[in-house]
């Protein structure tokens, strides 16, 4: 099993700040590391596919990038429909997720 | 627009299974692209996935699953289902049916279904 490990557990931030997320992998992974917002009650989205690739909608302040076992997602410049939990997930062997990073004000 | 949709019992009773259906509306279960599948998260939790069938019918589940879990399709009704045996309190969690596309990633989600393992 491919274990990821998400940090900080919680990022408390303003509005306008930059957020980093970081995803640490238990080994080296393939390109296909995806990331996911989850607000409460709702079920998770897709924002960023391939490593890099923004998902559908979602809006350019996304961006992904890394390789091997370290990825990150940034967040430019938060608006206040950022504010949610952040999941990454693995596709080099069977799929699992991170704990996820919560993005709070 | 693909979207799915989940349904099945809210309450399960120890030892007995689980079973969700997932109705899909927009693509075809038999399309060749997608993957279909279920991620489950416990209450407070983060997101387990447990399996996905194929157009052509393969499974492929989690391991930690693998004797409990089994999923199949009803290509008539554009739907397919879950079913997890011998449940335990520890399965209540909301469910997810999802497709798994491009680049291996989870693109769609359905709603999600709460559903509680209790006597």
């Known amino acids: 099993e491919i274990v990821l490990t998400q940090s900080p557990a919680t990022l408390s931030l303003s509005l306008g700040e930059r957020a980093t997320l970081s995803c640490r992998a238990s080994?080296?992974?393939?390109?296909?590391l995806a990331w996911y917002q989850q607000k409460p009650g709702q079920a998770p989205r897709l924002v960023i596919f391939?490593?890099?690739k923004r998902a559908a909608g979602i809006p350019a302040r996304f961006s992904g990038s890394g390789s091997g076992t370290d990825f990150t997602l940034t967040i430019t410049s938060l608006e206040p429909e950022d504010f949610a939990i952040y999941y990454c997930?693995?596709?080099?062997?069977?799929?699992?997720f991170g704990p996820g990073t919560r993005v709070d004000v | 627009q693909l979207q799915l949709q989940e349904s099945g019992s809210g309450l399960v009773r120890p030892s007995q299974t689980l079973s969700l259906t997932c109705a899909v509306s927009?693509?075809?279960?038999?399309?060749?692209?997608?993957?279909w599948g279920w991620i489950r998260q416990p209450p407070g939790k983060g997101l387990e996935w447990l399996g996905f069938i194929y157009h052509n019918g393969n499974t492929y589940y989690n391991p930690s699953f693998q004797s409990r879990v089994s999923i199949s399709e009803d290509r008539s009704m554009n739907q397919f289902s879950l079913h997890l045996t011998s449940v335990t309190a520890a399965d209540t969690a909301v469910y997810y049916c999802v497709t798994e596309g491009d680049a291996y990633a989870f693109h769609s989600w359905g709603q999600g279904t709460l559903v509680t393992v209790a006597s």
């Open positions: 927009g693509a075809s279960v038999s399309r060749a692209y997608y993957a």
């Open positions: 997930q693995q596709r080099t062997d069977w799929p699992t």
């Open positions: 391939d490593s890099s």
């Open positions: 080994q080296s992974l393939n390109r296909y």
